[in-house]
């Protein structure tokens, strides 16, 4: 069947699992699949997830008759480790990135532990492939890129016009549908209050949001939040009852980077 709107799909979910022990943090990575002004198919992939989830991404290509190579753009929707480290496996793949955040990676901040120095080396290997790109470029028709700053300088999301209204995918602008809800960002690297007018941007422009670690949802305009599908995850090393497992569900409280007030983009 020719699409004739893109097609969203998140291809692995989001989960806002964490531990006494360190963050587990594992993304949302989405596939978007729309015609370009030719008529011909192409494939967009925001973000890609840390290199603990290439088996589970490569799977995940696998089950939908695809493979690295299939991906023709790949969306960084900010620089955060565990949202780019599979980067290196999309040879074929142009990389987008807001500007702000390209020119953030070259100095992070000596406290943001989700971009540390390294990154830098990381993104210089792939600089031929990068392309830049800020509010409103439009990436496919139907699909085009918004500035979402805030939990980092030059966070990114995609709109894209689906059949099924507008999605929005999100990244760290929204972590999950408790940040949708409390309109407050989870963990702020860059600025709190640019982050929380972000979030009210982004959910009056979706149907549907897709998060950064949550699965995709609606929010409703009493202000409840509905999953498109159900929790599936499958915990491995420890059983229910072990001596020693706690479950906790924290209370929603921000994590504001320390020294967040110097921030500063590098000249």
Same mark, same amino acid.
Request: hydrophobic letters at 40%; proline letters at 5%.
């Given at each position: 069947?020719?699409?004739?709107?893109?097609?969203?799909?998140?291809?692995?979910?989001?989960?806002?699992?964490?531990?006494?022990?360190?963050?587990?943090?594992?993304?949302?990575?989405?596939?978007?699949?729309?015609?370009?002004?030719?008529?011909?198919?192409?494939?967009?992939?925001?973000?890609?997830?840390?290199?603990?989830?290439?088996? =589970?991404?490569? %799977?995940?290509? +696998?089950?939908?008759? *695809?493979?690295?190579?299939?991906?023709? @753009?790949?969306?960084? !929707?900010?620089?955060?480790?565990?949202?780019?480290?599979?980067?290196?496996?999309?040879?074929?793949?142009?990389?987008?990135?807001?500007?702000?955040?390209?020119?953030?990676?070259?100095?992070?901040?000596?406290?943001?532990?989700?971009?540390?120095?390294?990154?830098?080396?990381?993104?210089?290997?792939?600089?031929?492939?990068?392309?830049?790109?800020?509010?409103?470029?439009?990436?496919?028709?139907?699909?085009?890129?918004?500035?979402?700053?805030?939990?980092?300088?030059?966070?990114?999301?995609?709109?894209?016009?689906?059949?099924?209204?507008?999605?929005?995918?999100?990244?760290?602008?929204?972590?999950? =549908?408790?940040? %949708?809800?409390? +309109?407050?960002?989870? *963990?702020?690297?860059?600025?709190?209050? @640019?982050?929380?007018? !972000?979030?009210?941007?982004?959910?009056?422009?979706?149907?549907?949001?897709?998060?950064?670690?949550?699965?995709?949802?609606?929010?409703?305009?009493?202000?409840?939040?509905?999953?498109?599908?159900?929790?599936?995850?499958?915990?491995?090393?420890?059983?229910?009852?072990?001596?020693?497992?706690?479950?906790?569900?924290?209370?929603?409280?921000?994590?504001?980077?320390?020294?967040?007030?110097?921030?500063?983009?590098?000249?």
């Amino acid at each position: 069947m020719k699409l004739t709107t893109p097609d969203v799909e998140t291809i692995l979910d989001g989960y806002r699992l964490g531990s006494d022990q360190g963050a587990i943090s594992f993304c949302s990575i989405t596939l978007i699949e729309g015609l370009d002004a030719h008529g011909t198919l192409r494939r967009i992939l925001v973000d890609t997830g840390h290199t603990g989830r290439r088996p =589970a991404l490569d %799977a995940a290509l +696998r089950q939908r008759g *695809l493979t690295r190579d299939s991906i023709d @753009i790949v969306v960084c !929707t900010h620089a955060h480790w565990d949202h780019i480290e599979n980067l290196d496996i999309f040879a074929r793949a142009e990389v987008i990135m807001h500007p702000d955040e390209r020119r953030y990676v070259r100095r992070p901040h000596r406290n943001d532990f989700a971009c540390p120095d390294w990154m830098e080396a990381v993104l210089e290997r792939y600089e031929d492939r990068i392309r830049v790109a800020g509010e409103g470029t439009r990436l496919l028709p139907g699909v085009e890129i918004v500035a979402a700053p805030g939990h980092t300088a030059g966070t990114i999301a995609v709109a894209a016009a689906t059949s099924d209204g507008i999605a929005v995918i999100a990244g760290d602008s929204i972590q999950n =549908a408790t940040v %949708a809800r409390e +309109r407050r960002n989870a *963990l702020v690297f860059w600025n709190e209050r @640019i982050a929380a007018q !972000t979030i009210g941007k982004l959910l009056a422009i979706g149907d549907i949001i897709y998060p950064g670690h949550d699965r995709p949802f609606r929010v409703h305009a009493d202000g409840r939040t509905t999953y498109l599908h159900d929790f599936e995850l499958t915990l491995t090393g420890v059983t229910a009852g072990q001596p020693g497992l706690e479950l906790v569900d924290p209370p929603f409280q921000p994590v504001i980077m320390e020294g967040i007030g110097e921030q500063r983009l590098p000249g």
